[in-house]
């Protein structure tokens, strides 16, 4: 198929080994092209993290696009068909690491803003993009550290589309109009090491823990709601024993996590765990660290943007959804900011040979520039 403007900045990109936290000359490149539309951009380097911040208009609502430059490490790349930072074309799929996740959205919202501002060049509001290389990595000198600059600059966020891979099936079949908190929890139970000939002379942490894992695995943390599933705690890793058969361990550790719903908060997971805990007359320690926050965009004009124009583009309903994992849009809905995640299709991503189906890039262009169009031209 014939190159267009997306496609052809899509494997720009695409050719940029922005392996996290790397940058790789990404976001100069997206840089270059929204300045001479018009756009003011800030580099803010945070740690070893590249963040850009840029923003075209001077007063009313703004509306942001946000996105990632980094990608995952390739995996092993004598597994790929095509080598994955030489974007290559076969047939109507274009293959390499970073097409769907999420350079192709980058592409996207870039060319879609050069198209919308030269057919509305005084357009009423402001038009913004949040840039990071950090999301594929820790992501704490990415977006929740620009959002905490902006803060400090006085700057609100009215409108934020967030460009992660949100579809399913086909382009524009699901719309992510939140995301599950994320809380992750290590616990450390205690006991006394022995021989295992004379367990009345030890203490063993993993006899002592089973029922109070069984009841914190059991129990009903709530029901969900409209648009989230029942709170989920998954256990992924249980660490004990010496190694040798026959010594009872003096500790147990225990890694879990918390995936939860609005309808529940992370300070009340907290308090309900350990009260199972302390039911279970355990000696133990345990620490927590939230990833994020559950959010939900219900309703406005954002969702509505959206849901119009994918219709008006592809004739076609999307659903809205809050399943998958967190996104850094965990770190610009605090603010008070309507987000919305709206990408291609999500199949290949973290994958060997991770691929977009070329044609949907206009067609996402398209789509992103009717969203500017609806929430920016009265």
Known sequence: ???????????????????????????????????AIGFHCQTLRFGDVDNLWAVRGDSGPLLVFAGHTDVVPTG????????????????????????ADMK???????????????????HAGRIGFLLTSDEEGPAVDGTVRVMEWLAAQGEHIDWCLVGEPSSSERL??????????????????????GHIAYPQLADNPIHRAMPALHALTTELWDEG???????SLQISNINGGTGATNVIPGHLEVVFNFRFSTAVTDSELRQRTEAILNAHDLVYDLSW???????LTPSGELVDAAIHSI????????????????????FIAPSGAQVVELGPVNATIHKIDEAVHA????????????????????
């Open 1 to 35: 198929m014939a190159l267009n403007k997306t496609l052809e900045l899509c494997c720009d990109l695409i050719s940029r080994p922005s392996v996290t936290p790397d940058d790789a000359g990404c976001q100069a490149l997206m840089a270059a092209r929204l300045e």
């Open 172 to 193: 524009g079949d699901v719309i992510k109009n939140g995301r599950r908190g994320s809380l992750n929890a290590t616990l450390t139970i205690k006991g006394t090491q």
């Open 311 to 330: 219709r008006e583009e592809l004739g076609t309903v999307a659903e809205l959804s809050t399943a998958g994992g967190t996104s850094d849009g965990r």
């Open 104 to 122: 192709a959205s980058l592409a996207a919202m870039v060319v879609a803003c050069e198209e919308f501002v030269s057919e509305h060049p005084a």
């Open 359 to 378: 044609p949907d890039l206009p067609r996402l262009t398209a789509i992103y520039r009717r969203i500017i169009h609806s929430l920016l031209v009265r």
């Open 289 to 295: 660290n939230l990833s994020g926050q559950a959010f």
């Open 76 to 99: 092993p790349e004598e597994q790929w068909q095509t080598p994955p930072f030489e974007p290559t074309l076969l047939g109507d799929t274009l293959y390499g690491r970073g097409a």
């Open 225 to 231: 709601n409209r648009f989230f599933p029942p709170t």
